[in-house]
């Protein structure tokens, strides 16, 4: 597939949104139940408040992608039977419940809702609707690309994995930083966590290469028009200029670009964000683990449009020789 | 049930791009906008087209065939490019099974389009909608048009009538007995999309001779009067003598 930059951006910036927003609320829920220091309100507001900046920017870049935006409303229409429809209607949840989240923890509601003589637990009901909406999110974002079935590379358990673990080890590695500046405290449990959702992205990045790396495409030139006969050659795609076909459906780059792309996403989002986030935590500077986030999330940009050239099409099949 | 579709005789198209260029013309004249063409008489056309005349070579030289081989949206029984649309205006047709785009809806995502096997969909440069063959929906039921040419543009136009229009869940219809008779076949029948649109295969009409063919067993040339010592049993002619 040709990667559009404004899907590259869309999904790699929920992912971080995403994934902070899950990393506020899971420190705040242990700070609850005295695992982990409680912080002031405005620590979990404001984080949540970037979150919801990242939501915005993939938001904006996800009209880049359209045609015709202001009929982006219409979107929320077939949510039965699309995976876009179902993001569409579950990205203003998750950024209605992390601006609701935002709003309680920097006001400091308070109320005994449950009747357990806690705090936060006005934030944290309001939380945990915003988690379950926020994977959700993550399994519809997903979805859109693992439902086409003859798009091999993608229709894979492994694309959703991807998506949730790479956008969650992002954001948990913003909130590292964002701790290290803010609330020092929590930089060990952010970190450790990025960490382990990196290691964990990688296992399952690495599982989908190679997946991918040796399947074995169903449809074929035999089947595209059912002639059988094992030398079919096209003569003419029936156009000597370029088309949607042409355009929307290939990458047009070599072999090699792919390959090296493969390796540049494969260093920068895993061993040097490791690297930085492992020096960031042993000499607490923020600015080394902002660095991480920063590699990391330059690594995701490769990634994604790697995710894209690497799915073949099968309508390929019918545009080979120009003529 | 209906299920409008076109059957493309492949035996019989010599790929002279008549479909491909009544089709253009019959659907950039409609009411619903041109089929927009960037610099046409430049370096780099580039336009919308439902429909392509592709050309195929079968085997290795000499033992080659060329295949000229029609594409345009199949109108499948199972579009997968419909539910993925998230408005809706993807849709296929309950009362003649054509898949049609609602181009006031779409909101030019090109879901669709990824969701297509076959390619058949293309976005418009300049009203940024998605579009793909219609089946002539604006022409087929036009009354005004003299009804033996209430058809698609690209079989009115087709000079070998290579193309036939129809409804192929009649099964007395002439495109129904075309694919039973003459070995009609769906493409990537591996997606399960049941395409109804379908293709009749290259036909060799081939005369086959037996030995015996070539020699006449009932030559009166042949001298039968002369008894060969080929058996010592009575035979027919024996009896005859």
Redesign the interface.
């Known amino acids: 597939?040709h990667p559009a930059f404004s899907v590259i951006f869309l999904t790699t910036l929920l992912g971080v949104g995403q994934g902070l927003f899950l990393a506020l609320f899971s420190s705040q829920a242990y700070s609850v139940v005295n695992v982990l220091p409680a912080q002031p309100g405005d620590f979990y507001a404001l984080g949540a408040f970037i979150a919801l900046i990242f939501l915005v920017g993939g938001l904006i870049a996800s009209f880049f992608?359209?045609?015709?935006?202001e009929?982006?409303w219409?979107?929320?229409?077939?949510w039965r039977?699309?995976?876009?429809?179902r993001e569409?209607i579950a990205l203003p949840v998750v950024m209605g419940a992390i601006a609701l989240y935002a709003l309680v923890n920097w006001m400091n509601i308070e109320a005994d809702l449950y009747g357990l003589g806690i705090t936060g637990q006005v934030a944290l009901s309001v939380g945990a609707f915003g988690v379950i909406a926020t994977i959700a999110l993550f399994v519809c974002t997903a979805m859109?690309y693992a439902?086409?079935?003859?798009?091999q590379e993608w229709a894979s358990p492994l694309t959703v994995a991807n998506y949730f673990l790479l956008g969650t080890a992002s954001g948990f590695g913003f909130a590292t930083a964002y701790a290290a500046l803010n609330a020092p405290d929590l930089v060990p449990f952010y970190g450790g966590w990025a960490i382990t959702l990196t290691i964990a992205g990688l296992l399952t990045r690495i599982a989908s290469l190679l997946r991918n790396a040796r399947i074995k495409q169903?449809?074929s030139?035999q089947?595209?028009?059912?002639?059988r006969?094992n030398?079919?050659?096209?003569?003419?795609?029936?156009?000597?200029?370029?088309?949607?076909?042409t355009r929307?459906?290939f990458h047009g780059r070599t072999a090699d670009f792919l390959k090296s792309v493969k390796w540049i996403f494969l260093v920068l989002v895993f061993p040097i964000p490791l690297l930085l986030l492992w020096a960031g935590l042993a000499q607490n500077s923020a600015s080394l683990l902002m660095l991480a986030f920063g590699v990391q999330y330059v690594g995701l940009l490769f990634e994604r449009w790697f995710f894209f050239a690497q799915a073949n099409?099968?309508?390929?099949l019918?545009?080979q020789v120009v003529? | 049930m209906t299920q409008l579709a076109l059957v493309i005789d492949l035996n019989v198209c010599v790929g002279c791009h008549a479909c491909v260029t009544s089709c253009k013309q019959w659907n950039t004249s409609g009411e619903a906008g041109p089929l927009f063409d960037d610099n046409p008489y430049g370096k780099d056309p580039t336009g919308t087209f439902f429909n392509r005349v592709q050309t195929y070579e079968v085997g290795a030289f000499p033992n080659t065939e060329t295949l000229h081989f029609p594409k345009s949206c199949l109108h499948c029984e199972d579009p997968p490019c419909v539910p993925v649309c998230p408005t809706g205006a993807s849709y296929k047709r309950k009362e003649d099974g054509i898949v049609l785009v609602d181009y006031d809806k779409c909101i030019g995502c090109k879901y669709c389009s990824w969701a297509c096997p076959y390619g058949a969909r293309e976005l418009d440069e300049k009203q940024q909608v998605m579009k793909k063959c219609t089946l002539c929906v604006d022409r087929i039921y036009d009354t005004s048009i003299p009804e033996d040419r209430r058809k698609p543009a690209c079989v009115i136009s087709c000079p070998t009538s290579a193309r036939l229009f129809g409804d192929v869940h009649d099964p007395e219809s002439a495109v129904s007995l075309a694919i039973r008779e003459s070995g009609g076949y769906q493409l990537m029948p591996e997606w399960g999309t049941k395409p109804a649109n379908h293709y009749l295969p290259r036909r060799k009409t081939k005369l086959r001779i037996h030995a015996d063919e070539l020699v006449r067993a009932d030559n009166p040339l042949s001298k039968e009067d002369i008894k060969h010592e080929t058996s010592k049993e009575s035979s027919l002619d024996d009896w005859l003598m």
């Open positions: 597939m992608h359209l045609g015709h935006p009929r982006a219409r979107a929320a229409a077939k039977t699309s995976w876009l429809s569409v859109i439902a086409i079935k003859f798009l169903i449809s030139m089947t595209a028009i059912g002639v006969h030398q079919v050659r096209q003569a003419s795609m029936g156009m000597m200029g370029g088309a949607y076909n929307e459906y099409h099968p309508q390929n019918y545009y003529g």
